[in-house]
């Protein structure tokens, strides 16, 4: 069964940074592509970031682009959200989800991420 | 505001049919077969229900289904059950592999 866990979320202050962390098992992590979507109090999903199975290509939105960076380490099924700069609009419930071609095929539960002084 | 346009609440009683709407633009849903849909209940991981517009993943009942028409794609769910009740969000990809395009989602009510 694939299950996805997230942690590392909390409550940061402007600026600050936070180090979001997706536990994966239940499938073949190197296979795929790994995604984090968001989504902001009362607001619909945002997707934030996207990374290839290798790790050699990742892509930003543009909203986050420069001060969020997404990695992973294979060895440990291990998916990572570095957030630096953080700013008031940044914060959400951030997701990580397994990708598959056009979609996203599961999902975890997320981590709250508050950025507020 | 998000990209695509979703109802913000739809409702029904059970055994009933609903049908939920997404519409956006040439360049997200009419441009693309790649919508999908997603249930979600707060607090809980978002499931996938429909991709591609119209397949449904091994485990999710055909009482699910998703069309597309020109830039708006539907997501109906028949035979309404109260475990139905839930958020649903629609999402396309917009055509580069750098973006998804997500609905405001529609919170459905099985009366």
């Known amino acids: 069964e694939v299950e996805l866990v997230e942690s590392g979320g909390g409550l940061v202050q402007p600026g600050g940074s936070l180090r979001l962390s997706c536990a994966a098992s239940g499938f073949t992590f190197s296979n795929f592509a790994m995604r984090w979507v968001r989504q902001a109090p009362g607001k619909g999903f945002e997707w934030v970031s996207s990374?290839?199975?290798?790790?050699?290509?990742?892509y930003y939105a543009d909203s986050v682009k420069g001060h969020f960076t997404i990695s992973r380490d294979n060895s440990k099924n291990r998916l990572y959200l570095q957030m630096d700069s953080l700013r008031a609009d940044d914060t959400a419930v951030y997701y990580c989800?397994?990708?598959?071609?056009?979609?996203?095929?599961?999902w975890g539960q997320g981590t709250l991420v508050t950025v507020s002084s | 505001q998000s990209a695509l346009t979703q109802p913000r609440s739809v409702s029904g009683s059970p055994g009933q049919s609903v049908t939920i709407s997404c519409t956006g633009t040439s360049s997200d849903v009419g441009g693309y077969n790649y919508v999908s849909w997603y249930q979600y209940h707060p607090g809980k991981a978002p499931k996938l229900i429909i991709y591609d517009v119209t397949k449904r993943p091994s485990g999710v009942p055909d009482r699910f289904s998703g069309s597309k028409s020109g830039n708006t794609a539907s997501l109906t769910i028949s035979g309404l059950q109260a475990e139905d009740e839930a958020d649903y969000y629609c999402c396309s990809y917009t055509g580069s592999y750098t973006d998804w395009a997500f609905g405001g989602g529609t919170k459905l009510t099985v009366l």
């Open positions: 989800a397994k990708g598959v071609d056009y979609h996203f095929d599961y």
């Open positions: 990374i290839s199975s290798s790790g050699g290509s990742k």
